[in-house]
């Protein structure tokens, strides 16, 4: 009977291990479950490791359960993997008691475990465990050490980077291909792209996985044009482009909004045969609605086979980050009747919506039904979603309330939300008392410091004003340069706040001075309160003249067909005075003009803007 079951289970297994379905998967726990009977090491094994590559955590523990029931002392080797697929399904607590429980550990317990924290985002966690392992004598093995690695990565941790691989370096495990690629990760994590840089080289050989972990890096460090730059070398070197390379490149084009870029390397995408990959299609998605084009990102989105959540985050943020709140509460309502379960991230662009279609009651529902129904624990950054629609609509007292009254820590960013909404509506008290908080917690804050410096100057308490801006330069912190980029042609253009290196300067300058006369007709007055520094009236306008995000409007409106649309993004938040120069050019030139900030998007349209003149 035993044999004859066992035969029936590997049976069902064979379709389990060609298409990887979980509806398979579960057909054969249930007739493990059935059976009674033990079905062999071998096939317990292949079902745990398809649980783990299908992420079915229901039918894990049902395996796990259907083990512990039996007599038999379990293998070590089944325990590793029952720890791998707990930490690849994001139950590290259950993986944790797992390895608690074994009375034999080898480094791959050790390794399993530590690459399910790395792979949690909990960095520190599984450096920890690094160390503990030494500590107890299990020394690690190449693979653990590339783990250590990618915790480094994961925490930030660069000191701990650091030491690593320099004892890399001195058995000569640096000059490893892998190896070398995993420092560069690291270092690129850790915003060390200096020393990422060395080490990409210094390597004696290369291969796609060193391009595409370079140019990655350069994205994750802001560096967009670089990363552009290293792709076209990369192609110079004649190296065959992989999955990673298309993703790492698409996130380098959605950081600068060049959409016909993206749409061109989308072609090549599906000549490759890569547009199946659910990862290249969830990339797809975020950078068409990132990149100002929520209909191409539905196209993408309703084409792909195969979907997870991070499928429908990605269109959610891509409807609600377009000012389409109405289409992501739908679509919300459809990934309910699919059967999707939200996570964290899905309640952050649910809760984003409604605070910006001014939904106060239906953002209250969702974050009940957020903790009651799916068991989510709320984070900073969804009480930051109610403390942004109490403050756009002046109700500061309750925001404030609600921050002290949370269950977690707030962080300077909460505090400086509070912040804005004070400068807003002017009240001068609660601004001073958030930007407190929020130096607090980070004593180099900009953003903190220049709102509150604006709301003086704003209320014409010019010494006031001066104490902030004083206090900003006695602790070190200086306002980042603005810059701005716009894609003309598939050519990507960056200014800078005062660029006047440009090769088409004169053609700038002379639209935006005709822009700058029509509009003054129209009752446009530069706001001069944003200039912090201390100067005439006359020169704080010739500063704002030469702001990024005026440069690159200028650019494109000579550069493009009349009424052409425009997508510019710029990599700080947006000031007040091109808020009103770009509402003003929108309605002057008849264009649609969309801005994307670090704070949102911004469509400009017959003069007026998205947003409500609230960001």
């Not at 066992?6 to 979980?22: D, F």
Request: aromatic share 8%; hydrophobic share 40%; net charge negative.
């Amino acid at each position: 009977m035993a044999s004859s079951v066992r035969r029936a289970i590997t049976k069902w297994l064979s379709p389990v291990l060609e298409c990887g379905g979980v509806d398979a998967i579960r057909e054969a726990v249930d007739l493990l479950e059935q059976s009674g009977a033990a079905g062999g090491t071998g096939d317990l094994e292949q079902l745990i490791r398809r649980c783990a590559g299908a992420k079915a955590l229901e039918e894990g523990r049902r395996i796990h359960r259907w083990m512990d029931s039996g007599t038999l002392d379990r293998p070590r080797f089944l325990s590793n993997l029952l720890v791998d697929m707990y930490g690849k399904c994001g139950s590290l607590v259950e993986a944790k008691r797992v390895f608690d429980a074994m009375q034999h550990k080898n480094v791959f317990s050790w390794t399993m475990l530590m690459a399910g924290f790395v792979q949690s985002g909990r960095g520190v966690e599984a450096i920890q465990l690094f160390h503990r392992m030494c500590q107890e004598g299990e020394l690690p093995d190449r693979v653990a050490l590339l783990k250590f690695i990618d915790s480094c990565g994961a925490a930030k941790a660069l000191s701990q980077g650091r030491e690593i691989h320099s004892a890399a370096a001195s058995c000569g495990m640096d000059s490893d291909l892998v190896t070398a690629n995993a420092i560069i990760n690291m270092y690129g994590k850790c915003g060390s792209i200096g020393e990422a840089f060395a080490v990409f080289t210094r390597m004696p050989e290369k291969n796609v996985i060193s391009w595409s972990t370079m140019i990655a890096a350069f994205c994750q460090n802001e560096l967009a044009d670089e990363a552009l730059l290293f792709f076209k070398l990369m192609q110079q070197e004649g190296m065959e482009l992989d999955r990673i390379t298309y993703v790492s490149v698409l996130d380098a084009y959605t950081s600068v909004g060049a959409l016909e870029l993206g749409k061109a390397l989308h072609v090549r995408i599906v000549y490759a045969g890569l547009d199946t990959s659910i990862v290249v299609g969830n990339t797809l998605v975020n950078m068409y609605g990132k990149c100002g084009s929520p209909d191409d990102a539905r196209d993408v989105f309703d084409s792909m086979v195969e979907k997870n959540v991070v499928s429908w985050n990605a269109m959610l943020a891509a409807y609600g980050q377009n000012g389409r709140s109405r289409e992501a509460l739908a679509l919300f309502d459809s990934m309910d009747l699919e059967g999707v379960r939200p996570n964290d991230i899905t309640f952050v662009t649910i809760l984003y919506c409604c605070s910006h279609s001014g939904k106060f009651k239906d953002a209250v529902s969702h974050f009940v039904e957020m903790r009651q129904d799916f068991g989510i624990t709320p984070r900073e950054v969804h009480f930051g979603c109610l403390i942004d629609m109490l403050g756009r609509s002046g109700k500061l007292e309750e925001a404030e309330e609600l921050i002290q009254a949370m269950p977690v820590p707030a962080d300077a960013v909460l505090w400086t939300s509070l912040l804005c909404a004070c400068v807003t509506h002017k009240d001068e008290d609660r601004a001073a008392r958030a930007a407190e908080e929020a130096f607090q917690r980070e004593p180099r804050c900009a953003a903190a410091y220049i709102m509150l410096s604006n709301l003086y100057a704003a209320l014409k308490k010019w010494d006031e004003a001066a104490k902030v801006r004083k206090r900003m330069e006695q602790a070190g912190v200086r306002k980042q340069a603005g810059r701005s980029w716009i894609e003309i042609d598939k050519q990507v253009h960056e200014f800078v706040a005062g660029d006047s290196i440009h090769p088409d300067k004169s053609r700038i300058f002379k639209t935006l001075q005709r822009l700058m006369s029509e509009m003054r007709i129209k009752g446009y007055e530069p706001d001069r309160k944003v200039v912090i520094h201390s100067m005439e009236e006359e020169e704080k306008d010739e500063v704002l003249f030469y702001h990024s995000e005026k440069l690159a409007v200028a650019f494109g409106i000579a550069s493009t067909p009349p009424r052409t649309p425009l997508c510019i993004v710029k990599n700080l938040r947006v000031c007040s005075d091109c808020h009103s120069a770009i509402k003003f050019i929108s309605g002057v030139e008849g264009r649609r003009i969309t801005v994307r900030d670090s704070n949102r998007f911004h469509h400009f349209d017959r003069g007026e803007c998205s947003c409500g003149d609230y960001w």
